[in-house]
């Protein structure tokens, strides 16, 4: 039996449960607080204050300061100048701020701020009904606003699950259809631009199984981009698909694919733009959210938000988000975010943000900050961590270099280079101005500065040039140590020794021109030794001095959405030479086309014709038979019409850079004659139409006014040595705005 005294004893806990205990029992308490003050937030804070005809910007302010918090507004939805008054007594934040904005503005804490904006009206929907026929839905409905009861055009109705959509009519009213198998309930969500989202749920009574599997949809409220507004987007995305993506910003779901004929004509229906694809086909085009593997283009392919790993089109990539992987395009590529990977394209790539990678096309490539490289005739980055390999790098943290240099083969040469001490280019122009030893040359090159100080430094340079020391078939290569003194601010005198690599592709010295190789004279010609083939080479030392005027590129302006979408018709003169004998002077003119596309873009239709005179006389060859008959091959003029597309992008308020590709077409006698007793007799058939292939990049200058002048580049390659360098003057009158 107990003892009784042990019993009414109390019962004593060991000393270390004791303080588990106590530690438990605290930090119950602690969380209580915690979880107290954390319910209570910033909104909740009470604060005790008293204004009298202040001003509203001032009010916010000192609360913000008072709470320890910041207000967050537009001043195009709220008037900070206005005078208000309020006076509070230990009152929550929410009630104070009410009182001074009333019932017309919504308020919400993000971190440290709170954020004040207009109450959005509500929607409403009336009149609904739904039926069911054989899993066969039909749900249809009047949306109106709630406050106003007014009937609301072009509102968007959406079930989510199952991706089908519909605009209201004038009306307001809508009607949607879709089949599913055990659907439990009907989720309708009604969406308009400035109007709050509602969704109405349906259930179903006839079934009693609710999906599990939805769909994953993401909040992407500041991950969407404004494709809509970029000029292509207007130009291929339907109204009704912009008013529907406007409706609905933020919801997206994924998909495994979807195949388009055109934007709007997809397997998503409507809902295409809301949707985020692995596989993505688009016949001609498609209009879609994203896509996370690959997306096929014939001709297009836009995309609302990101893209990852692949994406080709025939002609352009238009990108809201972000690129990673690789982007293919035949003509354009244009990413509204950042790039990380590959962009390759005909003519022109564009990122607004960063440039992790590469990019590569045949004209221009754009970035806002470059980290990798660029490869094209023009280069424009804001600025540049990486490389810009091409004609012209505009770099706006870099420099731009002319040189006026003599050296060792020609005493005139005129250099541009444009790039970052780390990396640049160089585009190169020369000649030896003399009767009796002509040289011409031009070429690129790349370089990188070894800076000792600000005022001396060392270029290392490496360059190509193609050569004229009679016809253009000459090379030459240089290795270039140049050593940089500047006196002046943007005056630098440079000098310093060269390697040089020249190959010499005639047999013969041509009278008048340099004879770098030491090949003989015609009238010492033997003919072709053992393995000669007519090019002979030379390796020798040499040098480079001169003056170079230095400066940097400034700060590109904040850039503005180029919008434009006119029509433009135009004329214009070219007047240029030919690239290599028997061809010299060349004249044409063209009538032409021009839309623009925005975003600093515009398309080019021309149709023209081109004169390409030759040298009076000149034989192609001489094949005698006997004393009395001959056959000659004269050359003879080439008269040719070209129909050519192509595109401009504009680099600066009014320089761009263009290309065209096109067809050319020209009926043209190849000179054959007979020669009989000293008789020119021409010999019948052989005039015909012949065809080619024909491309030209530009660059020029827009002056603004309808005046146009650039310098091009125009290569027949179907026409043996058909090219020409020439100048272009055109004017064009706006057809439209």
């Not at 698909?241 to 997809?266: E, H, K, V």
């Not at 500047?486 to 041509?510: D, R, V």
Request: aromatic share 12%; glycine share 10%.
């Amino acid at each position: 039996m107990a003892n009784r005294s042990s019993l009414n004893k109390p019962y004593l806990m060991p000393k270390p449960y004791t303080q588990i205990l106590k530690f438990f029992y605290l930090s119950i308490l602690m969380l209580g607080i915690f979880t107290q003050v954390h319910a209570q937030g910033l909104l909740g804070k009470k604060l005790s204050v008293s204004f009298s005809h202040e001003h509203l910007g001032k009010v916010l302010e000192a609360i913000g300061n008072q709470g320890g918090f910041y207000f967050s507004y537009s001043g195009s939805q709220l008037s900070k100048d206005s005078l208000v008054s309020v006076t509070s007594n230990n009152e929550p934040v929410l009630s104070i701020v009410k009182h001074l904005l009333g019932n017309k503005y919504e308020f919400e804490e993000r971190k440290n701020y709170i954020i004040i904006t207009l109450a959005l009206p509500h929607l409403s929907l009336i009149n609904a009904d739904i039926t069911n026929d054989n899993n066969t839905y039909s749900v249809s409905g009047i949306v109106t606003d709630e406050a106003s009861g007014e009937r609301l055009m072009n509102a968007s109705v959406y079930e989510k699950d199952q991706l089908v959509s519909a605009l209201t009519d004038e009306h307001g009213y809508f009607k949607l259809r879709f089949r599913s198998p055990n659907l439990g309930s009907v989720a309708i969500t009604l969406s308009k631009r400035l109007y709050r989202d509602t969704t109405i749920r349906f259930l179903q009574t006839v079934l009693v199984n609710v999906r599990n599997d939805r769909p994953l949809y993401e909040d992407a409220r500041n991950k969407s981009r404004s494709v809509e507004r970029t000029s292509l987007g207007r130009l291929f995305i339907s109204t009704r698909q912009m008013i529907q993506s406007m409706n609905i910003p933020d919801f997206f779901a994924s998909r495994p694919f979807q195949i388009s004929l055109t934007p709007g004509l997809s397997s998503h229906g409507m809902f295409s733009s809301q949707v985020v694809n692995k596989f993505s086909l688009n016949l001609i085009g498609g209009y879609t959210a994203g896509v996370d593997g690959l997306e096929i283009g014939g001709l297009f392919n836009i995309n609302k938000q990101d893209t990852r790993y692949l994406q080709a089109a025939g002609i352009f990539n238009l990108v809201g988000g972000n690129v990673r992987g690789l982007q293919v395009a035949g003509v354009h590529n244009f990413a509204i975010d950042t790039v990380r990977g590959v962009q390759v394209a005909g003519f022109i790539n564009k990122a607004e943000g960063e440039v992790h990678g590469m990019q590569l096309s045949v004209l221009n490539n754009e970035a806002h900050k470059l980290k990798g490289l660029q490869i094209g005739l023009v280069n424009v980055a804001d600025t540049s961590c990486g490389a810009s390999i091409g004609l012209i790098n505009i770099v706006r943290n870099g420099f731009y270099k002319v040189s006026f240099t003599a050296n060792n083969l020609m005493n005139t040469n005129v250099t541009l280079k444009t790039g970052t001490h780390a990396f640049y280019s160089t585009l190169l122009t020369g000649a030896n101005l003399s009767t009796d030893k002509k040289m011409y040359a031009f070429g690129l090159g790349i370089g990188h500065d070894f800076m000792f100080s600000k005022k001396f430094y060392a270029s290392t340079e490496v360059d190509y040039q193609f050569a004229n020391t009679g016809l253009w078939d000459d090379r030459w290569a240089q290795a270039k140590l140049l050593l940089n003194f500047q006196i002046t601010k943007n005056i630098s005198l440079i000098a310093g020794p060269t390697y040089n690599h020249y190959n010499h592709s005639g047999t013969f010295q041509i009278d008048g021109y340099k004879n770098i190789t030491n090949v003989p004279k015609y009238e010492d010609y033997k003919g072709y030794e053992p393995g000669d083939n007519g090019h002979q080479t030379k390796n020798f030392w040499g040098w480079e001095a001169g003056l170079a005027f230095n400066s940097v590129f400034t700060k590109s302006p904040d850039k503005r959405t180029d919008t434009s979408h006119g029509w433009s018709l135009g004329l214009a003169g070219t007047i240029g030479v030919g690239w290599d004998q028997p061809y010299k002077a060349v004249y044409g003119g063209e009538l032409f086309t021009q839309r623009n596309l925005g975003n600093n873009l515009s398309a080019v239709l021309s149709v023209g014709y081109t004169y390409f005179s030759v040298l009076n006389n000149y034989h192609w060859a001489y094949s005698k038979i006997t004393d009395s008959y001959a056959i000659e091959s004269l050359a003879t003029p080439y008269k040719i019409i070209p129909i050519k597309v192509g595109i401009r992008s504009k680099l600066t308020k009014g320089l761009y850079i263009g290309g065209d590709l096109g067809e050319a077409f020209s009926k043209h006698d190849d000179g054959m004659y007979t020669v009989i007793n000293g008789v020119h007799s021409h010999i019948i058939g052989d005039s015909q139409t012949i065809k080619s292939f024909v491309y030209s990049p530009t660059l020029g200058f827009d002056f603004g006014n309808g005046l146009d002048a650039s310098l091009k580049f125009e290569d027949y390659t179907g026409f043996y040595q058909i090219k020409q360098f020439a100048f272009r003057l055109a004017y064009r009158i706006k057809l439209s705005q």
